[in-house]
């Protein structure tokens, strides 16, 4: 319990603890800064929060039904459940405790139960459309299709821009066999947004399902310019054109995909069964043998080689490759002749006489009495491998083994909905498919952000003199990646550093320096209250104090949740006041043109964007926010010649986004 006091003290909590009153604002406190962190998706470090409001009351639902949004987006299904469960037991009117649960379990193929949690939900908000979606699904995965429908038709009358329903229906049409329904209602979902890769996947196994392979050609096309890198597209359209006998266009997205994954065992199985159709023996036995490499148990591989082996003339190779399936298979008759043929190259005529005569009598003894005389079917072929090589679970016929060792390999799409959990929690809504965001701001931390490619600190030559004075136990530095997710062990550490100020500060005159340290520590807690209230009083006692303006304006600005929140002009008026006291310092330009851009004021934002490059022509950072305000303004021609600038100097985002406006 003393550990607790101690950790409930750091966060900002009021000394008296043992008063019921000031218990119950400090658990409400840290639930409150908890929901701000889950909000910014660190939801390591908000389990932490969650756990010590629980710790103060644990007979309180909230916090465990906000634990169990952060369980949920760290995809502990079961965790999320669990704590589902116990918001539920503390409070049963919680609706969004049913939805969480619901969905949860549905993740963990407990449908049946979700169903009961969709339910219960539905008996206090029978309207809401995520609670009817979501049972919908579960419908679907118990293949109760006619319901599902209804409910999806039925949503889809009252909410016509779902889109999310309209997928989902196509995929129980799908399952029902109602193809002709599937594809309207894709067709419908494409028409929205072109630029869903998942819609013209769905449309592409629909196509595919019924061989019409122009049609699935160009939806692949389309889905690998949305995203070029995923292999499996590659491997499909590969068979799609294999199909329209595109020999080198399935050829060259076999070689896309073993330039991505040179370990891909299905892009290598495909393009050596292809390159042995098309007679390159020598490129195929290469693929064959990486295969067997890797895999000595493919059979069907190794069979393959062997016969290219004796294309080749490798007769020995051949031989070795026979001899190892015949040990594994020994009733499999067709090993027999390739040794037999092998033996009779390599010079031993008796030998190979011996092995015919063996195989022929296999075939006979079969055809006499199969029960009694089964042959072998060796169980591993081509399609029981996924695009990363590994096996499937399904086998093929015997008449398949026996008929068929040229089958090229696809890969099957999930044919379920992805449920995607409505969240409520989150403070703002940000559409990255249509807005593209700026660099961050700048802030103090104590972390050490340097990196090979960039080796030189950010430079603040007041952090340098107080980082010479030894007056703080960690060094503080400059860097504009705060908003990282933490750690738990990082988040313990920064409690105890918290702790550490809290107990320095508590003797005599509190120091400048100590308040800009905690409040540091609290900005990398997300505490954003309480670090303005530090550098609040570090201002009070030094209002000369450059470092507590940058870490203020930081702080007001990520404070989300703050009962007033500070305006732009309270933070520029932070930056103002730090640029006065040092006017050359290229963050707090960099800063407030960033809060400036935000807030649209473009010409402004422009100017301190140029004024930090003047300072520092080598600032990654200010040439992309730059060309964001050159875009923002209409002016094509200096924001290109700004995002290859940042390009060039290390900011990566650049180059898609000036390929994405061309």
Not at 44 to 67: D, H, S
Not at 314 to 326: E, M, N, P, T, Y
Request: with cysteine.
């Amino acid at each position: 319990m003393a550990k607790l006091k101690r950790i409930l003290l750091t966060l900002g909590a009021m000394a008296a603890l043992s008063s019921p009153l000031a218990a119950q604002i400090n658990a409400e406190q840290i639930t409150s800064i908890g929901r701000n962190v889950l909000s910014m998706d660190d939801y390591m470090l908000a389990i932490q929060y969650f756990n010590l409001a629980i710790k103060a009351k644990p007979y309180v639902a909230e916090p465990y039904f906000l634990r169990a949004m952060a369980k949920m987006n760290l995809e502990d299904f079961l965790g999320a459940e669990e704590d589902c469960s116990m918001a539920l037991e503390r409070n049963k009117y919680l609706t969004e405790a049913y939805r969480l649960r619901g969905y949860c379990r549905s993740n963990l193929d407990k449908d049946s139960l979700a169903l009961l949690d969709f339910d219960a939900g539905l008996k206090y908000q029978p309207d809401d459309k995520y609670f009817l979606y979501y049972k919908s699904v579960s419908l679907m995965r118990t293949k109760r299709f006619a319901e599902s429908d209804s409910i999806f038709s039925n949503l889809l009358e009252r909410y016509p821009d779902f889109d999310d329903v309209v997928v989902a229906r196509s995929r129980v049409r799908m399952a029902a066999g109602d193809t002709v329904g599937a594809l309207k209602d894709i067709d419908r979902c494409i028409e929205i947004d072109k630029d869903d890769i998942n819609n013209y996947l769905i449309r592409a196994e629909i196509n595919f399902n019924r061989q019409n392979w122009n049609e699935a050609a160009k939806d692949l096309d389309e889905a690998i310019r949305l995203d070029p890198k995923q292999v499996d597209l590659y491997i499909n359209r590969a068979f799609v054109r294999y199909n329209l006998d595109d020999y080198n266009g399935t050829i060259n997205d076999y070689n896309i995909v073993l330039q991505y994954e040179p370990d891909n065992l299905a892009a290598r199985y495909n393009r050596a069964l292809l390159t042995y159709e098309l007679r390159n023996f020598r490129q195929a036995y290469a693929d064959f043998s990486v295969i067997v490499q890797h895999d000595p148990n493919n059979f069907h591989a190794r069979y393959n080689h062997a016969l290219l082996a004796m294309d080749l003339g490798k007769w020995r190779d051949a031989l070795a490759d026979f001899q190892a399936i015949s040990k594994r298979y020994p009733r499999f008759y067709p090993v027999y002749y390739g040794i037999a043929q092998c033996q009779e190259k390599l010079g031993n005529h008796d030998a190979a006489i011996r092995t015919m005569l063996l195989a022929e009598d296999m075939v006979r003894r079969y055809v006499d009495n199969p029960r009694a005389n089964p042959l072998d079917r060796p169980k591993i072929e081509p399609g029981k491998y996924n695009s990363r090589g590994e096996q499937r679970d399904k086998d093929e016929t015997d008449d398949d083994v026996m008929s068929r060792f040229n089958r090229l390999i696809t890969v099957a799409p999930d044919d379920e909905p992805q449920m995607q959990y409505e969240d409520r929690i989150k403070g703002k809504v940000q559409d990255r498919r249509e807005r593209v965001e700026p660099q961050p701001l700048f802030a103090i931390t104590i972390y050490d952000t340097r990196t090979p490619l960039r080796p030189v600190g950010n430079y603040f030559s007041e952090l340098e003199s107080i980082n010479k004075s030894r007056l703080l136990p960690s060094p503080l530095y400059l860097a504009n990646t705060l908003s990282e997710p933490l750690g738990e062990e990082a988040g313990k550490q920064l409690f105890a550093l918290a702790d550490d100020f809290t107990s320095a500060l508590s003797y005599g005159s509190p120091r400048p320096i100590d308040l800009l340290g905690r409040g540091v520590t609290y900005t990398l807690l997300k505490n954003y209250h309480a670090a303005v209230a530090d550098f609040d009083r570090a201002i009070s006692l030094d209002p000369k104090f450059a470092p507590a303006y940058i870490g203020r304006a930081y702080a007001r600005r990520m404070d989300i949740d703050a009962t007033v929140k500070a305006t732009d002009s309270d933070i520029i008026g932070d930056l103002d006041r730090a640029i006065e006291l040092s006017p050359r310092l290229v963050y707090a330009w960099y800063n407030k043109g960033t809060v400036l851009y935000e807030a649209a004021d473009y010409p402004r934002a422009a100017e301190c964007f140029t004024r930090a490059i003047e300072i520092n022509p080598d600032f990654p950072e200010a040439y992309f926010n730059r060309a964001l305000v050159y875009l923002a303004q209409g002016d094509r021609d200096r924001a290109f010649a700004d995002l290859s600038r940042a390009g060039e100097l290390g900011v990566l985002q650049a180059y898609p986004l000036m390929k994405s406006m061309k």
